[in-house]
């Protein structure tokens, strides 16, 4: 079975501020690995998939890295609508989230 | 673009069977080419994936739920359905329906809350 952790669980960060997200697998899990924005009431949103593409409609400020075992997501300069739940997910024999990290 | 929403009892008992049924529009569920899934949150915890369904009928469910899960399609309706067997308190939580492209997933239902208490 193959589990994400991701670190830290939580980020204290301000705006304008850069923040760096990881998320690491306990098995080599290639770069099918995606990124999600959740706020509170809502539903998560698709940031990054295959570890560095970005969605459709994502800023430029989002961008993801990594493969094999290390993922790391990078909000360059943080607005104040980033301050959410991030949660990593991957694809293997079944499909599983990280447990997130709360950026605050 | 693509939108879906759930739908079903918000309440339910201890050992009742949890039914949700995910309305989709704005994809063909006969042409396209997707898995649909459902995920759940219990409140204020992460998200777990539950399994998903293709057009054609061919699922995959999460091991740790699939002795009481069963997933249908009705494409030619555009919905798809989810249903738990003998549920408990361990089973409360927001219920999402989601698109499943490839392994990621791309558009997302509101989520439905579903409380499970005597």
Redesign the interface.
């Known amino acids: 079975e193959i589990v994400l952790t991701q670190s830290p669980d939580t980020l204290s960060l301000s705006p304008g501020e850069g923040a760096t997200l990881s998320c690491r697998a306990n098995q080599g899990i290639r770069n099918y690995l995606a990124w999600y924005q959740q706020k509170p009431g809502q539903a998560p949103r698709l940031l990054i998939y295959d570890a560095s593409i970005r969605a459709t409609g994502i800023p430029a400020r989002f961008s993801g890295s990594g493969s094999g075992t290390d993922f790391t997501l990078t909000i360059s300069s943080l607005e104040s609508e980033d301050f959410a739940v991030y949660y990593c997910q991957q694809r293997s024999n079944f499909i599983a989230f990280g447990q997130g990290t709360r950026l605050e | 673009q693509v939108q879906l929403q759930e739908s079903g009892p918000g309440l339910l008992k201890p050992s009742q069977t949890l039914s949700l049924t995910c309305n989709v529009s704005g994809s063909s569920m006969t042409t396209d080419s997707y898995y649909w899934?459902w995920i759940r949150q219990p409140a204020g915890k992460?998200?777990?994936?539950i399994g998903?369904i293709f057009s054609s009928g061919n699922t995959?469910?999460?091991?740790s739920l699939k002795s009481r899960v069963t997933m249908s399609i009705d494409a030619s309706k555009s919905h798809f359905s989810l249903k738990v067997t003998s549920v408990t308190a361990a089973d409360t939580a927001v219920y999402?329906c989601?698109r499943n492209?490839?392994?990621?997933?791309?558009s997302?239902?509101?989520?439905s809350l579903v409380t499970v208490s005597s």
Do not use: K
């Not at chain 2, 995959?60 to 091991?63: C, D, L, Q, R, S």
């Not at chain 2, 492209?101 to 791309?106: I, K, T």
């Open positions: 899934s992460g998200l777990e994936w998903r995959n469910y999460n091991p999402f989601a492209n490839y392994y990621f997933f791309d997302w239902g509101p989520g």
